[in-house]
């Protein structure tokens, strides 16, 4: 949460000295003038700076290690199934939550 200390005007609102504003992170990353389509998982959509982990001063300083553990993980299962794919017979996969955001369920199908 945050709390302004005088009055400012953010994304065409007023917020007053004193206001608590909550974030929601969840929302993080859903800026259509950002991203085409930003409510569909597409793991092929073109890399642009997020704020996943931040930014500037508040970076994560885990940051480094969170990612070089997703690319090892993600590489291993990928070596050892190389015909993983989205299974073409389920629903399209979606997104929810509000502080970690993912689909609750990937079916695949592999080999």
Sequence with gaps: MRTPTRAVELGGKTLHAGDT???NIGAANHDETR??????????????????????VHM???IH????????????????LP????DPDAEAPYITGMVFRAPPALPVVFG
């Design 83 to 86: 015909d993983l794919r989205l």
């Design 60 to 62: 994560c300083l885990g």
């Design 65 to 80: 290690l969170a990612r070089m553990e997703t690319m090892v993980a993600l590489n291993a299962i990928l070596d050892r």
């Design 21 to 23: 504003v909550v974030i």
């Design 35 to 56: 991203w085409d389509d930003p409510e569909t998982f597409d793991i092929f959509r073109p890399q642009v700076p997020h704020i996943a982990f931040a930014s500037g």
